[in-house]
């Protein structure tokens, strides 16, 4: 409700059939008279006839094949049914968002806030469901130029959902699916240079057919350098790699980070495509246009925006990726699902194994935060959640010891630890155990990683370190000072 349906399908094609329009020509009565007349349960039944009979008209070629839905339509199974054969586009909404374009409106069902909040929630599992493109409703313009995108997966014989990524540097595709590696095709004109480290080029580089030059670098954080750029940057020169031509990154957040900033900076910028074959960059580095080098003093210190062309998550990739790897990962799944809160957090607290529906969801929920800061300077901190203590237990042990996501899920117990979040804590501490990742680490020099929190980037001037925070799941703040002894009480807690 609120989403702007009905006036994104016009902006596809202006005579786009629009369900309550037509119950309101039809009866001569609005959508409120009617709830009020006949009740709801009567109006559900009009809205499910009229539904499907426009859905088949559309597919006959009216209204430019072009439905816009009531919000309550998809409660009908029915409905559900008939959409099945078609490509079903939902406009991302909050529920605080909503509230705000339809409070005070004529709309039935949007006069009780803590009714409205209800129904959002109700409402949101079926949406998910049915959803094969996912829009920000905040850009009005997303639709059409999601339209590409969209038919791509329509057409495509790829099991594959989209979302949309609008932020200020561009906007971009996000599919996700199965079976699409070196297959799908994200739509980037030119040609491509492939960049992967020596694992995934391995496994991987044979399924993409021609390219420019085919990059490859020795895996690890170890070498997210500047001089494995460097050597990336001559290697495309030497293969005549223009403007017009884009980087193809293929590989975990190391690759997406390296090749990301190769790109960026290559000719001072061409566009990067990543095919993300990890958990964490399916379900985080590859969203955001974030990307860079370590250094020795700090991790991620030089780096740029830069926001990929596309990007194509294949679930299956996943399937060679080392057990490590995997759990690694799943302190991401966990800190999104904790940033998250709602269905995502209740599916992994649940133990539900990852699926493409949940690397969805996480993308949905990242994408959602970038969207709305590109740059980070404000609710894209959510992210760092966990993230203070664990690249300070990284850089403490020169990146040698543990995984970042190893890393991470432990900065998440100091960073619960420090939220007072003492239930949840435990709740975390045993997810991160049951996915094989550790709860603490031994032999880590308390001072030398407490140092290492005070050069964190978000370090203020006055030398204190703002922390991201989590009382509850899905309530997240960031920008928190946090108490030196308290601090260290909590870091003493995982290092042991
Ligand atoms: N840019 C961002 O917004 C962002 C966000 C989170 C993390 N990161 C960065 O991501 C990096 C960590 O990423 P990562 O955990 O993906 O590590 P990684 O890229 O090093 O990959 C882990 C290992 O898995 C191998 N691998 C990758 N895909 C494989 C596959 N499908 N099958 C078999 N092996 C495979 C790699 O060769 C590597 O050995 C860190 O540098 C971190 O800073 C960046």
């Known amino acids: 409700m609120g989403a702007g349906k009905s006036t994104a399908a016009k902006s596809l094609d202006s005579s786009a059939l629009d369900t309550d329009r037509i119950i309101e020509q039809e009866s ?23 539904a499907i009979d426009a859905i088949n008209r559309a597919a006959a070629g009216e209204g430019g094949g072009v439905v816009s839905l009531g919000g ?6 029915a409905i559900r049914s008939a959409l099945k054969e078609h490509v079903v586009v939902m406009l991302d909404i909050s529920v605080e968002e909503a509230w705000r374009r339809c409070s005070g409106s004529q709309r039935p069902l949007a006069s009780d806030r803590e009714a409205f909040w209800r129904l959002h929630a109700e409402r949101e599992s079926s949406y998910l469901a049915a959803a094969d493109a996912m829009l920000p409703a905040s850009t009005r313009s997303a639709v059409k130029e999601a339209l590409p995108a969209i038919r791509r997966i329509a057409e495509s014989d790829h099991r594959v959902k989209l979302l949309w990524a609008s932020t200020g540097g561009g906007s971009y595709p996000v599919f996700v699916g ?7 095709d994200p739509g980037i004109d030119g040609r491509s240079a492939l960049i992967g480290d020596r694992n995934v080029a391995s496994l991987y580089f044979d399924r993409f057919e021609e390219s420019l030059a085919r990059i490859e670098f020795p895996a690890g954080e170890i070498n997210k350098t500047i001089t494995t750029c460097s050597e990336i940057w001559r290697e495309m020169a030497g293969a005549h790699v223009t403007r017009e031509d884009h980087v193809v990154a293929v590989g975990g957040g190391v690759v997406g980070d390296v090749a990301g900033f190769a790109a960026a900076a290559y000719q001072r910028g061409i566009p990067v495509v990543h095919w993300p074959t990890t958990v964490v960059a399916q379900v985080d580095s590859s969203l955001g246009g974030k990307t860079g080098v370590d250094i020795p003093e700090g ?4 780096g740029a925006f830069h926001q990929p062309a596309a990007v194509v998550s294949d679930f299956d990739a996943l399937s060679t990726l080392p057990k490590d790897e995997y759990s ?10 904790l940033i998250a809160g709602g269905s995502l957090w209740e599916r992994v607290i649940d133990g539900q194994l990852l699926d493409p529906d949940m690397v969805l969801a996480c993308a949905r929920t990242k994408i959602a935060i970038v969207s709305s800061d590109e740059f980070d300077s404000g609710m894209r901190q959510l992210l760092n959640l966990g993230h203070t203590v664990g690249h300070a237990i990284e850089t403490a042990t020169n990146y040698s010891r543990l995984r970042h996501g190893e890393a991470v899920g432990i900065g998440l117990l100091a960073a619960l630890q420090l939220s007072g979040a003492g239930q949840l804590r435990d709740s975390v501490s045993q997810l991160l155990l049951a996915n094989g990742l550790p709860t603490s680490v031994e032999g880590v020099d308390i001072e030398a990683a407490l140092h290492a929190v005070k050069s964190d980037k978000k370090a203020r001037s006055d030398g204190s370190v703002p922390f991201v925070l989590c009382s509850e799941p899905g309530s997240v703040t960031f920008g928190n000072a946090v108490d030196a002894s308290d601090l260290e009480t909590a870091m003493r807690e995982v290092l042991t």
């Open 28 to 50: 001569g009565l609005t959508v409120a008279e009617i709830f009020a007349r006949d009740g709801e349960v009567a109006f559900r039944d009009l809205e499910q006839r009229t």
């Open 178 to 184: 199965s079976g699409m590696l070196g297959t799908f």
């Open 72 to 77: 309550g339509a998809l409660n009908s199974e």
């Open 299 to 302: 991790k991620n210190y030089v």
């Open 328 to 337: 690694s990962g799943m302190a991401e799944v966990i800190k999104t699902a």
